[in-house]
T-cell receptor
Framework: AQKITQTQPGMFVQEKEAVTLDCTYD???????LFWYKQPSSGEMIFLIY??????QNATEGRYSLNFQKARKSANLVISASHLGDSAMYFCAMREPGGKLIFGQGTELSVKP | GAVVSQHPSRVICKSGTSVKIECRSL??????MFWYRQFPKKSLMLMATSNEGSKATYEQGVEKDKFLINHASLTLSTLTVTSAHPEDSSFYIC???????????????FGPGTRLTVL
């Protein structure tokens, strides 16, 4: 069975510093997709970044980058130059065949001024 | 990007009543929609997969008769919580998959969610 694990319930980071949010996954399917979403207190799910299992390079989207280590089955999110608006819940997710997403437990990020 | 709406955004109802939540894809055709449930500070749990014109596929442990899902058109799916009880209070989020454009990456778009409170 496919599984996504986020082991950090909460993280603190100083404003303007970088932070890494951990995510590991388990699947026997050779083709899969990994996603990171941000969920502020309003509840909306904001897509941040995507990594396909066959992508050769790590995905980047502005201040977000995904540290994809296929052999270790990890897909950590790196946020550079944090700012106060980055404070939110962050979810890692994996797409199963058929399109449904399974989510990790989430990490609550707090950015300190 | 594609837009998915949900209505209502917030609903408070009495125990025993039924509540309908709508999920609409506004600028694309959604062949598949997904319904998730989320408790405070917890992860999103998939409840069911809704395919246009066919019966929904429910995840293990989700009561089909309790959570009725209808996907009557390519732009609308509805979730009806029947005979709601306080334990059904939760945040319900839908997502829609664009089945026509061939997007491979972020092809699933989330609605803003509906907060249900059952008194």
């Amino acid at each position: 069975a496919q599984k996504i694990t986020q082991t950090q319930p909460g993280m603190f980071v100083q404003e303007k510093e970088a932070v890494t949010l951990d995510c590991t996954y388990d699947t026997s399917d050779p083709s899969y997709g990994l996603f990171w979403y941000k969920q502020p207190s309003s509840g909306e799910m904001i897509f941040l970044i995507y990594q396909g299992s066959y992508d050769q390079q790590n995905a980047t989207e502005g201040r977000y980058s995904l540290n994809f280590q296929k052999a270790r089955k990890s897909a950590n999110l790196v946020i550079s130059a944090s700012h106060l608006g980055d404070s939110a819940m962050y979810f890692c997710a994996m797409r199963e065949p058929g399109g449904k997403l399974i989510f990790g437990q989430g990490t609550e990020l707090s950015v300190k001024p | 990007g594609a837009v998915v709406s949900q209505h209502p955004s917030r609903v408070i109802c009495k125990s025993g009543t039924s509540v309908k939540i709508e999920c609409r894809s506004l600028d694309f055709q959604a062949t598949t929609m997904f319904w998730y449930r989320q408790f405070p500070k917890k992860s999103l749990m998939l409840m069911a997969t809704s395919n246009e014109g066919s019966k929904a596929t429910y995840e293990q442990g989700v009561e089909k008769d309790k959570f009725l899902i209808n996907h009557a058109s390519l732009t609308l799916s509805t979730l009806t919580v029947t005979s709601a009880h306080p334990e059904d209070s939760s945040f319900y989020i839908c997502s829609a998959r664009d089945g026509t454009s061939g997007r491979a990456n972020n092809e699933q778009f989330f609605g803003p969610g509906t907060r249900l409170t059952v008194l």
